[in-house]
């Protein structure tokens, strides 16, 4: 089968699994309200219903990435497939919050599959002169399920009740014997995995979060140990989970960092906006929907066509403009986000500058990898982007709670949308210093 023609099939049929695994990750923003007051939860410990999910999703993201590596793509898939519709079956029968985190990590776990080798599948099959409208009508999946997430769990949490939402989980089974049909067998090749690693680095990653949205001293100090066995790990390890060799690539590492500092806001923004819609404004799940989808709706068009201008000129103009919209949205927000109304028109802007610099981003830092990393390159990319969400969500459900405590509940949003446009705009700089060679020279190296 040839390159162009596997991408035609593959690419439709992936983008309804990306549209449903986002899907499920998004809808729940609007139910976190609702969560809350059926199990009496505090902001930073009902946070883990997104954040838990975050992280499983970050580590699983580069694991099924390295996977790839040894393993058939079909199986992988048929697998992550599986695991997130038996997760979302435990979190839909779930009477306990534990029971629903539980579930929510075990849908994590196979859902990851998904972006990762849709990534996979992009940068290693589309040329680099066609990956950017390749990543593009990615991009434009998710920021469309973003904005369909909060529209859908709205009318099912509204009518019915947030369980109903892991129902829309199951329209990922279809999917499974078509891409048994459409990918071709491929051999297993030998190879280990770090599985010690990964579990080290999961570790550590939860216990930092923990200690964040919590503010417990004893779970930092646990997360260092972890991190420094993982490192200890990653020393020893023939196939280590995260290859040194891979960091020591300069634009590469620029490129994460920049995606660490610009995603990780948007994700925050997710989190924070229904809950001041339900606390400021009093509406209910239906009417939170429905001020978010307007802005995810264009952000999903926006996708399409920032992937098209990212070919024709290039990474750095598209994603630059982004990430200054993006800052800009959020920084209109805190000065005129004051009824309902304003919010959603100011979200266009905010899902605009996304979907413009996801694609571009992504692009860009794909084309600073060699071909023989692009895999394990591109995975790692992935746990970066939502371990960016993971820390986001933590961090904002810390700072609500902080001045919940204090008396100061009105300014919680006020100071987050703060530092949610400095630190996008710190990610300025970081993405341009990547330079100019990196679109050209990397990606077609051996």
């Not at 996977?67 to 979302?88: C, H, K, M, Q, W």
């Not at 990964?198 to 646990?222: C, E």
């Not at 709670?401 to 987050?416: K, N, Q, V």
């Amino acid at each position: 089968m040839s390159k162009p023609t596997k991408l035609h099939h593959l690419v439709p049929l992936l983008c309804w699994a990306v549209y449903c695994s986002v899907l499920n990750g998004t809808m729940f923003n609007v139910a976190v309200p609702d969560i809350a007051r059926d199990f009496s939860l505090a902001p930073s410990e009902v946070s883990w219903v997104i954040t838990g999910y975050i992280v499983i999703f970050a580590v699983g993201a580069i694991s099924y990435g390295k996977l790839a590596d040894n393993y058939p793509v079909r199986r992988l898939l048929t697998i992550g497939l599986l695991l997130f519709n038996s997760g979302a079956l435990i979190s839909l029968l779930a009477d306990r919050y534990p029971l629903l985190i539980i579930g929510r990590l075990v849908q994590a776990s196979g859902g990851a599959a998904i972006p990762a080798l849709v990534m996979l599948c992009a940068t290693r099959y589309a040329p680099p002169e066609q990956r950017g409208r390749v990543l593009g009508a990615v991009s434009a999946t998710v920021a469309f399920a973003m904005g369909c997430g909060p529209l859908v769990g709205g009318l099912l949490g509204g009518y019915f009740h947030w369980r109903w939402l892991f129902l829309l989980s199951f329209a990922t089974l279809p999917v499974i014997p078509l891409l048994r049909i459409v990918l071709q067998p491929e051999p297993v090749r030998p190879g280990r995995f770090d599985l010690l690693g990964a579990g080290w680095l999961t570790g550590g990653i939860a216990l930092l979060l923990f200690g964040l949205t919590q503010r417990q001293l004893w779970s930092p100090l646990l997360a260092a140990a972890c991190i420094a066995l993982f490192i200890r790990q990653v020393r020893r390890h023939p196939n280590p989970f995260i290859s040194p060799t891979l960091l020591g690539n300069q634009p590469y590492r620029q490129g994460l960092a920049a995606t660490f500092l610009a995603m990780g806001t948007m994700f925050g923004l997710l989190f924070i906006i229904p809950l001041g819609l339900r606390e400021q404004f009093g509406l209910s799940t239906i009417g939170i929907g429905l001020v978010i989808f307007p802005g995810a709706a264009c952000g999903a068009v926006i996708g399409v066509i920032g992937g098209r201008l990212t070919d024709r000129f290039g990474c750095r103009p598209i994603a630059s403009w982004g990430i200054t919209l993006l800052a800009a949205g959020y920084l209109l927000l805190l000065a005129f986000g004051q009824n309902p109304v304003t919010i959603a028109l100011l979200l266009v802007i905010c899902y605009g500058g996304f979907s413009l610099f996801q694609p571009a981003l992504g692009k860009a830092v794909s084309l600073t990898l060699p071909s023989k990393q692009t895999g394990v390159g591109m995975g790692l990319y992935n746990l970066i982007y939502f371990l960016s969400g993971a820390f986001g969500t933590a961090v904002s459900g810390g700072l609500l709670e902080l001045f919940a405590e204090t008396g100061h509940d009105s300014e919680g949003p006020r100071a987050i949308l703060l530092l949610m446009t400095v630190t996008c705009l710190l990610a300025l700089p970081v993405f341009r210093r990547m330079g100019l060679n990196s679109e050209t020279k990397r990606s077609q190296e051996p």
